[in-house]
């Protein structure tokens, strides 16, 4: 008997000590002292942007003595944030771009209003102010019914059509403005024996970027989650969406998709592209950076908008990366104050010249290889965002992405794909009313 | 050696509770006394590391839920959605293509390289080369895939040289579950051939020369000696690679997955890239419940599978 005693005594302590491991977890991250805040990043450590962020929370701590438990979580920190969400131990700060976090965050209701972030001012200027208004006016940071958006973005990555300006000087003096001139293009550079489009069509999200834009150009933002909203999925045979289809099934059938397209891995395109054996890549504003280490010598990257198709406006892609700070975060007022803090010029310099992305204060310094890009978001008519922002549970990775990868990939035409969106979309209702 | 050690065990302690129902004795009264210290804390972890999760599991599969926030109760409602899906059902069938398909592949060819090897000069060796790509992470041969299958590759170079102008789309979206196929059974044949290999060493070396003896030919000394000697580690690997095909998973997501860029075609999914894409592709709102569901069906399918599978290959174990 006794042998049992100390037998139970020992798995009830180890039962214990678990279930105190689980408390001391707890009652750390509830210190509410004020003076912490506890902050998951989505970047990794080493990243150029780590760094300007690792520089400014030195500076933050320095200057108010708040303590910031930084975690370089990488880019699966929001899939890391959402067991969290229903416990009393969230993250303070959080920071991704709109796509994910939108989906997670601020659907379900679990994003605070950034009122403070927002009111306060950051030398001498106040953060409201330094968010492009155009950029607020057309982007869902804002939830219907609140005031203040429940997202403060500090960069934003947007996309072109990029090519070498050092073999394709011609292409920066007179881009290709609108469709036909564009296709023109194309067709001159076929008959130079160039090829003239590099794409990995094994990365669905880079095929969607074509049919996105088509349609985005023709109706304008929101049309595509418009068409996504419709349960009997016949708004897919509207005029609109048919011509957008018939738009990228014209760069199919004109055979200016580098050969293997259908049949390759990533990152084979692109790096073929920037070996110069193709003229331009349709892709994101990270490409310079991305391609830098294999691209040829003496490239100089640029870019020019897609072109418009219907009508002369020129809509461009600004989807945010920023900071939103949990419903439960216990810290949230020191997070709001990190968040707007890092907004300060010093730190959006940073990011456009050492991490070379586009920061989202328009005064703040860019770097050359994506000054092409910056200036078309300037002219920009107005903004849309990834995936022209559906958030739909499923519905761009089993339904929308798998079709426009056939039809990009040459297996549907113009009108097999839309008949197949919308027998496609109806399914897609009649399980998810 | 644990088989021999463990099976007398077993008979006696089959043997110790059938006496005990007519009189008890010291042995087992002390044994019954140390079953729960030596059972509980097993059970415990058990029960709360994998079958309250899994409980829970089933509950979450009840409702619609974004992973956080109210949970909204729909009954047996994504178990009717799964099945009215056809991308499911076209990931559940991959599965079981999986599961056959390259199972029968695997095991035929471990078990002809299990003959092979079992008389081969240098056959450590051989063993060890053909264990490799098992220990070799998935990774690698996603990353591999791409060197050698791209248009620009190595095997359209060497096929170029060869003067085969127009060679095949190798990485085209309806090429790559065939190919994650091949690729599935060369790493995995290595491992069952290893343990195939080790039941077939166990066999003692008298049996052979009695077949010599005999006048046993190749075939009949499989038939007589070979199988039913080897029939329970047979049965172990076949339980073992249902449990582990129904749960493939990397090597669909980086072969097809572009190293991590963005989600693989819908064409190469297994249901545990179905699942892990509904709960967290992290592009549109979680779907856990279904996400569950489909998690419970695969667990299911398993269970089903496994206990099948031990009926039909349950024989008396043989001891030598």
Redesign the interface.
Request: no cysteine.
């Given at each position: 008997m006794a042998k049992i005693r100390k037998l139970s005594a020992l798995a009830l302590i180890s039962a214990l000590a678990l279930s105190a491991t689980g408390c001391a977890a707890g009652a750390d991250g509830g210190q509410d002292s004020g003076g912490t805040l506890t902050y998951w990043s989505m970047w990794k450590e080493g990243e150029a942007q780590q760094k300007v962020l690792a520089a400014a929370i030195a500076d933050f701590t320095a200057e108010t003595g708040i303590t910031v438990d930084v975690q370089w979580q990488g880019r699966d920190s929001v899939k890391k944030v959402v067991p969290t969400l229903n416990t009393n131990n969230v993250p303070d700060l959080i920071d991704s771009s709109f796509a994910k976090l939108a989906p997670v965050l601020a659907t379900s209701g679990q994003a605070r209003e950034l009122t403070e972030a927002y009111a306060s001012d950051v030398e001498g200027e106040k953060i409201s102010d330094l968010i492009p208004d155009a950029y607020l006016a057309d982007t869902d940071i804002t939830r219907e019914g609140e005031e203040v958006p429940w997202m403060l973005p500090y960069t934003l990555t947007s996309d072109a059509i990029w090519f070498n300006a050092a073999t394709h000087p011609e292409l920066e003096s007179a881009p290709p403005k609108d469709w036909n001139a564009f296709l023109a293009e194309l067709d001159t550079l076929k008959a130079a024996n160039e090829v003239p489009l590099a794409i990995d069509g094994d990365v669905s999200g880079y095929n969607a970027y074509w049919y996105t834009a088509a349609l985005v150009h023709i109706t304008g933002p929101g049309a595509m989650k418009k068409i996504a909203d419709d349960h009997s999925g016949k708004a897919w045979e509207g005029a609109d969406a048919v011509k957008a289809a018939e738009a990228v099934q014209q760069l199919v059938d004109g055979g200016y998709f580098i050969s293997g397209y259908n049949a390759s891995k990533w990152p084979a395109q692109q790096q073929a592209w920037a070996d110069n054996q193709a003229a331009l890549l349709y892709n994101g504003t990270w490409i310079p950076t991305e391609t830098a280490s294999y691209a040829a010598s003496d490239f100089q990257y640029s870019s020019f908008p897609f072109p418009t198709i219907d009508g002369d406006k020129q809509f461009s892609r600004a989807d945010f990366i920023g900071f939103a700070v949990p419903v439960k975060a216990k810290n949230a007022e020191n997070a709001q104050r990190f968040a707007s803090f890092f907004l300060g010029k010093k730190y959006q310099d940073a990011l456009g010249t050492d991490a070379k992305i586009l920061p989202v204060r328009s005064d703040a310094a860019t770097s050359p290889e994506v000054a092409s890009v910056k200036k078309a978001l300037e002219e920009a008519d107005a903004f849309y965002v990834q995936n022209d922002g559906i958030t739909l549970p499923g519905y761009a990775e089993k339904l929308l992405y798998p079709t426009i990868d056939q039809l990009v990939q040459g297996k549907l035409s113009a009108a097999d794909f839309i008949a197949a969106m919308a027998s496609g979309q109806a399914d897609y209702w009649k399980q998810n009313s | 050696m644990t088989q021999t050690a463990v099976i007398p065990d077993v008979s006696v302690g089959r043997g110790a509770r059938r006496a005990s129902r007519g009189r008890g004795n010291a042995i087992d009264t002390a044994r019954k006394?140390?079953f729960?210290?030596?059972v509980?804390?097993a059970l415990?972890f058990y029960s709360?590391l994998f079958v309250a999760p899994s409980v829970y599991a089933i509950w979450i599969s009840f409702h619609k839920w974004?992973?956080?926030?109210p949970m909204e109760f729909v009954g047996i409602g994504n178990y009717v959605?799964l099945f009215?899906?056809?991308?499911f059902l076209q990931s559940f069938s991959n599965t079981l293509l999986l599961l056959f398909v390259v199972g029968i592949a695997v095991f035929a060819v471990s078990f002809g390289l299990t003959l092979v090897l079992r008389d081969m000069a240098g056959r450590k060796i051989a063993r060890s080369v053909i264990f490799f790509p098992h220990l070799v992470n998935a990774m690698i041969f996603g990353v591999l895939?791409?060197f050698v299958?791209?248009?620009?590759g190595l095997v359209n170079t060497l096929l170029g040289w060869a003067g085969v102008a127009d060679p095949p789309?190798?990485?085209?979206?309806e090429?790559l579950f065939p190919l994650i196929m091949v690729m599935l059974t060369w790493i995995t044949t290595g491992y069952y051939t290893t343990i195939l290999m080790a039941g077939v060493d166990r066999i003692p070396p008298y049996y052979y020369e009695d077949c010599a003896l005999a006048g046993a030919n190749a075939f009949q000394r499989l038939r007589y000696v070979i199988l039913p000697l080897t029939w329970d580690v047979f049965g172990t690997c076949a339980v073992l690679w249902t449990i582990s095909s129904v749960k493939i998973f990397e090597i669909i997501w980086i072969f097809?997955g572009?190293?991590g860029?963005?989600?693989p075609?819908?064409?190469t999914w297994s249901t545990a890239v179905y699942t892990y894409?509904?709960a967290?592709?992290?592009?549109?709102?979680?779907?856990y419940g279904?996400a569950s569901a489909s998690a419970i069906l695969s667990l299911a399918l398993v269970s089903v599978l496994v206990v099948l599978l031990r009926r039909v290959m349950k024989r008396d174990a043989i001891e030598f």
């Open positions: - | 006394k140390l729960v210290p030596f509980g804390p415990l709360v974004p992973g956080s926030g959605e009215g899906d056809k991308l895939a791409g299958l791209n248009p620009g789309a190798w990485l085209a979206t090429n097809g572009s190293t860029q963005g989600i075609p819908t064409r894409v509904t967290f592709s992290g592009e549109s709102i979680p779907a279904m």
